[in-house]
């Protein structure tokens, strides 16, 4: 099990990588090993979120930088949960702002720790979806299989579209993408440009894909893909 920890304060920081140490020894046969990767800020730990099933919190400078770091990993579909860490008595403000955000008291105590982690590993168990990395110009998105549409060439680019409206550009081709996608069977060339996902199609004739969404694909007046 992979635990990434952001800590602006060292001394917090250097705390909760030894009750995570211990942790793991109490814990490795029910969840594996514990894979704790600890960072000062959240840049270091961003450049390879997805493998983390819980991701702890504990920033001390100003609640908007937890908040945004937060932001940043629901963004990119983190996989795992996350936990913000907040003084004992104070109220984490936000905590119930973002659906299935965790909050953990400090002083940290083993019981609500090493539960906290059972309760992680479970999670990313019963959730764990595949998911497709983009890379875009300034960012890397990981995006679930199921929410893709289709995907549409644009000069040097691919505009991936979601089905909730979001519209991803990927650096490369039409064919890199499908690199990407082909182990999935549901994806297909719905012409030479577009990648499509059949579990979004409403319907289709010779000319045209209507997808559940209200989009339609017209497809060429010479050739169409109909894979169903």
């Known amino acids: 099990m992979y635990i ?75 996989p795992g949960q996350i936990a913000v860490c907040h003084p004992e008595g104070t109220p984490f403000s936000y905590q119930d702002a973002i659906d299935g955000l965790l909050s953990m008291q400090k002083p940290v105590l083993t019981a609500p720790l090493h539960q906290m982690i059972r309760e992680a590993h479970k999670y990313h168990l019963q959730t764990s979806v595949p998911t497709i990395e983009i890379r875009a110009e300034s960012e890397t998105h990981y995006v679930p299989v199921e929410k893709i549409l289709y995907a549409k060439s644009q000069s040097h680019l691919v505009d991936v579209h979601l089905d909730d409206g979001t519209v991803l550009s990927m650096l490369g081709e039409i064919d890199d993408f499908y690199h990407w996608v082909d182990n999935y069977p549901e994806f297909f060339f719905a012409k030479k440009d577009t990648v499509l996902n059949q579990n979004h199609v409403l319907s289709h004739t010779k000319k045209e894909y209507r997808l559940a969404n209200g989009e339609v694909i017209t497809l060429s007046r010479l050739k169409g893909f109909l894979p169903f």
């Open 4 to 78: 990434g920890v952001i800590a602006d304060n060292i001394a917090d920081r250097k705390q909760l990588e030894r009750l995570l140490g211990r942790a793991n020894s109490a814990l490795c046969a029910e969840t594996g090993t514990l894979y704790v990767e600890a960072f000062g800020d959240s840049q270091s730990l961003l450049r390879a979120p997805m493998k983390y099933e819980l991701v702890i919190i504990d920033i001390t400078l100003t609640e908007d930088h937890g908040r945004s770091i937060v932001e940043q990993l629901r963004s990119i579909h983190i």
